[in-house]
């Protein structure tokens, strides 16, 4: 795969999901399987997801860093996912998960950008008429 093909994918996903509102997120080719993408998704109930990854996609999707920060309508941390390495204790070291503002740090395993959009769907309340 070539880094445009992912690129593709990861808007194809944001445009397909219903409960995104809109989006501002750039994508930075780095190579012909290397790119960085960041920006921000905006939720229907007034969420937001803020993203982050730095992909190589020659072989496989492989994530060198990666954040999905997702804060409720009121900007609170509702959880975020990342692999910086300063939780070397935990199992799934340097993947993690902070669960809220005030709850502390949980193994996780490395999810991707539609994991996370499921996740942030059980959060957003329907819509009513």
Do not use: N, Q
């Given at each position: 795969m070539i880094i445009?093909?992912?690129f593709q994918q990861i808007e194809t996903l944001v445009t397909d999901a219903l409960i995104?509102?809109?989006s501002n997120l750039t994508y930075d080719k780095r190579s012909t399987h290397i790119?960085?993408?960041?920006?921000?998704?905006?939720?229907?109930?007034?969420?937001?997801?803020?993203l982050r990854e730095f992909v190589n996609v020659q072989f496989d999707v492989e994530r060198y860093m990666y954040v999905y920060q997702y804060q409720g309508p009121d900007?609170?941390?509702v959880f975020r996912y990342d692999n910086t390495p300063h939780f070397p204790g935990l199992p799934t070291f340097p993947h993690h998960k902070h669960e809220s503002s005030e709850s502390?740090?949980?193994?996780?395993?490395?999810?991707?950008?539609?994991e996370v959009l499921h996740e942030i769907q059980s959060f957003i309340k329907p819509l009513t008429p």
């Open positions: 445009e093909d992912y995104v509102h809109s790119g960085f993408i960041r920006g921000s998704l905006y939720f229907v109930d007034g969420s937001l997801l803020h900007g609170k941390r502390g740090v949980v193994p996780a395993s490395l999810p991707d950008l539609e």
